[in-house]
């Protein structure tokens, strides 16, 4: 039995500026929109209780035997019971209930379960256990939830290590999972999740709760590499405008099947890919614990979009890549209309390779964890301008303007001309947990992205690089982005990343980091002289080029360019200093302290060298350094 859709939901697809400015002349207040995340998922699932949401398969290459379904009316149990059986635990408003689990149902009744008992953490259990102990006290952690693990996953070997070390910890609860069963760690209870839920009413909420569109709904960390990560804080309202503006921009109803391949510790796969179709009463396709990372997920993924006739693809630029050396063969795709890329610009010579595969136009987007999800989204309009992200949100600001002094700008930027980006409106988050991790605001209330881009004249964002990436070689500033795509068209190379590494004579040199398409064949040599001929800027040609059997990536795909900067400093600090330490046993290691910089360590295991020789050699490399001896 069906029930129309909730009335805030609005038919209309905005397709350019003059759209968006138009539907905003209605106030945002008028739209009454849902008080919470809860509310609002609630109506999903009551829109065709009966309707599966969620597919599940554990299998790429069996994706029909190994799956699983779970219907809207069994979705909306799961989640009250899971939020009971935390408020039976104690859990109030702003408790906070972190959750280590992968991609499949029980991850998301964790979620959602948390954000309507409390405040929801989820997290990426590949942290370090002393980073996750440190991120849980920063947090006040009071529950933890936790899967106990399958063949793709290593999560309940470092729970024990965590829980003891978290004296605000009051439960810990395990999910499924392999291996043997404990009842406490220390004098912390160990709940089986499957038999402590059934105990629990899945029809209302016991606490009676009364949700304010202000209170914390989540604590997303963000996607940094180096020491704690920061906590984003996520108010319910920024969560709820984010799903209903979006869909203005994307025409996404109850009949999408979106295929979910990122995790869910990250916003792109909590609310982007689950929270924001299911809000709509469509059906999702949890692709393995382990998504995209699953060996059996890619190689077979037309295959998996015929047998779930998946309507709704998203695809970082590095998994794009890789597509591109899948045929579709006999799989019938046709219910693909929809295919998206966000996390990094995508190349203009692999979109358009895509688009002759399979003629459909990648829509790009751009958005970051601190505006909830994608600020800007391309519209689905026939002519797709290939290599930008699309207009704003409606009600979503979006400047591009020249920095001035620190809290400061100059003036905005004229259209085609690049800047910073910056970002305001009901999406943009409050700020991060804890006093000393605050925000960059500028001009107010404008948050500063440290993106570079520019609006072209249709107010369409083009994103060159990050404020960081931007390389300066001897006064030139080098756009990293233009060298890569340069790459990119290079038959043989399948990834690419541009970084600026140090240099005694020019501050910085552009090397490049390639990965060869499997079969191809070419040496650095010609890869440089490739470049050399192809980009048309002297001083941004690469200085030198490195071959990689894989790209580092975070668990979204997005490539470290971080440790490809920790790799060349190395490497040029080990050149510079050539024989200086042939006496001693002694190695270079590149330290990346975040805000901080980046740091050398010279450890020595014999007799300190001279230090005036090595002075001599390092002083004109701008990364600093220290000597110091081995443990």
Known sequence: MSTRQPTYWTSEVLCSEEDVTRFEQTPLSARNLPACTHEMLMDGCSIEPSKVAIQFFSDGSRSGETSASITYGELKQRILQTANLLHDLGIAKDDVTSVLMPAIPEGLYALWGAQAAGIANPVNWMLEADILVQMFKAAGTRVLIAYAGDENTDIWSKIELVAKELPSLAAVIRVGGIGEQCNAICSVPVIDFAAAIAK????????????????????????????????????????????????????????????????????????????????????????????????????????????????????????VNQVLSLPI??????????????????????????????????????????????????????KVKVGSSGIRLPYQAVRVVQPGSEKGTVRDCTPGEAGLIIVKGPAVFPGYLGADQSASWVDGEWLDTGDLGYLDKDNWLW??????????????????????????????????AVIGAPDAHSGEVPVAYVVLKPGAQASTEELLQYAATHVPERAAIPKQCYLLPQMPKTAVGKIQKNLLRVDAIERMFDAALGDALSKSAATVKAVDRGAKGFLVEIIVAGDLPDHTEIDLRLRALTVPYEIRHAH
């Open 200 to 319: 629990q009413p899945g029809d209302r909420l016991v606490s009676g709760r009364v949700f304010s569109p202000d209170d914390v709904v989540a604590l997303f960390h963000t996607g940094g590499t180096t020491g704690v990560p920061k906590l984003a804080k996520h108010l319910h309202r920024n969560q709820v405008f984010w799903i209903w503006a979006s869909s203005c921009l994307t025409g996404f109803g109850s009949e999408e099947v979106r295929a979910v391949g990122v995790p869910i510790f990250h916003s792109a796969g909590a609310i982007v890919s689950c929270l924001a179709p299911l809000s709509r009463g469509a059906s999702i396709v949890l692709m393995t614990s382990a998504g995209f990372r699953h060996p059996s997920v890619l190689p077979n993924i037309w295959k998996i979009v015929e047998a779930f006739g998946i309507s709704m693809l998203t695809l970082v630029p590095t998994l």
């Open 463 to 496: 994103i060159t690089g990050r404020a960081k990436d931007l390389i300066i070689r001897g006064g030139h500033n080098i756009d990293p982005k233009m060298v890569e795509e340069i790459l990119f068209a290079n038959p043989a190379i399948q990834d690419a």
């Open 329 to 382: 063969g006999a799989a019938d795709v046709s219910s693909l209309n929809y295919v998206a890329s966000s996390t990094a610009p995508l190349s203009t010579n692999v979109a358009e390779a895509f688009y002759r595969m399979t003629g459909l136009r990648i829509r790009e987007s751009y958005g970051l964890t601190e505006t909830a999800a994608v600020t800007c989204i391309t519209p689905p309009v026939d």
